[in-house]
């Protein structure tokens, strides 16, 4: 490798555009750089603002940039990538899962002077020419893993033996969230959270738990333990099947905080005994702030790659995907495998009482 190649760069670029998520996942990468070149400016550049929220207060990340690139005219997406192009990095890092070819034109725009990526099922020719160095990506282990071994491309042994999803939250925030509990009287009292949501990008929606499922669910909960509330997670995506739940189910019963922010919903999750839902940013939220008691309902889109990064998670099993998720979704940009029809079938074969089973251990 030449001198050039070796110097340490005095600018790094993170370039996590996918999911919310998968933004957390991204966290260990930051903390892998800042100890590698202790003295570079390292910044991110993410697509949604939920992301760029979740990396507010990070120690190893000196700016972030956001901007929705699917969102809005062309021409102002080309602005902010032009933008990012004169900051004259010297190195990126285009994170997993982002599969698609854009992302990797995305990264040929801004231009570092070498640029890191991972080899996707669907690379050809002109990703050799997009990216400068590439290594496989890898279905067995996770997001955060395979981020880390991109180090490798630079020579550069892995320092961190123990990477975890790092979620800085303020003093205000955990506050917010004890007065939320002390406004809802729940003296103590363990509680249930639950995110119902998921990505809203290609046909992601459609690996959600069917809304009947969740009022048979929460209601078999409630009977099973009563005095344990349910707190439902969520924003606006999720309006429509809060909606549904406010009429199903006793007031009693449910909450649906209105959080100030993500940072603030995060917050209110560290403070749940158990956390159940798909594979959403909820999801990840819960692993990071350590939730004593996760379960997870087994999708066709939960990969390795995007787990709970935490081994003391419980997976629902899902007798339709059974364990065959690569069948369905894979990071080539397709949408996931089968009709509307085809998976709405496939979340329903996961019964409320599967679900409750697991979460009943919790309490």
Known sequence: MDSARSSPPARVLVISLAGIGDTLQATPVFHELRL?????????????????????GNPHLDHVHQFN?????????????????ARRYDLSLTLHPQGRREYRIVTRIIGARRRLSHQYENESAIDRWLVTDSLPQDYTVSGAVNNLRLLSLLGLPQRLTQPTCELNLSPTEHQWAVHWEREQNFDGTDWLGIHMGSGGTKNLALRRWPVPRWIEFCRKFSEARPGRPIVAFGGPGEAEVHSQLRAALPESCIR???????????????????????????????????????????????????????????????????????????YDGRPIAGTPEELTRMMESVSAEAALKQVLRGF
């Not at 690139?69 to 192009?85: D, K, W, Y």
């Not at 939220?285 to 350590?290: F, G, L, S």
């Open 256 to 330: 649906f905080p209105a959080t100030p922010s993500l940072r603030h919903a995060a917050a209110l999750v560290c403070r749940s005994r158990a956390f159940l839902s798909v594979d959403t940013a909820f999801m990840h939220i819960a692993a990071a702030v350590r939730v004593p008691h996760q379960c997870v309902i087994e999708t066709p889109t939960l990969n390795p790659p995007v787990e709970p990064l935490r081994t003391d998670w419980v997976r629902i099993p899902n007798p339709a995907v059974a364990g065959r998720s690569l069948d369905f979704y894979r």
């Open 69 to 85: 690139l699917i969102a809005g005219p062309r021409h102002h997406s080309i602005r902010f990538l032009l933008g990012l192009r």
């Open 36 to 56: 590698q070149f202790p003295a570079a400016r390292i910044e991110a550049a993410v697509l949604w603002p939920g992301s760029e929220q979740l990396l507010q």
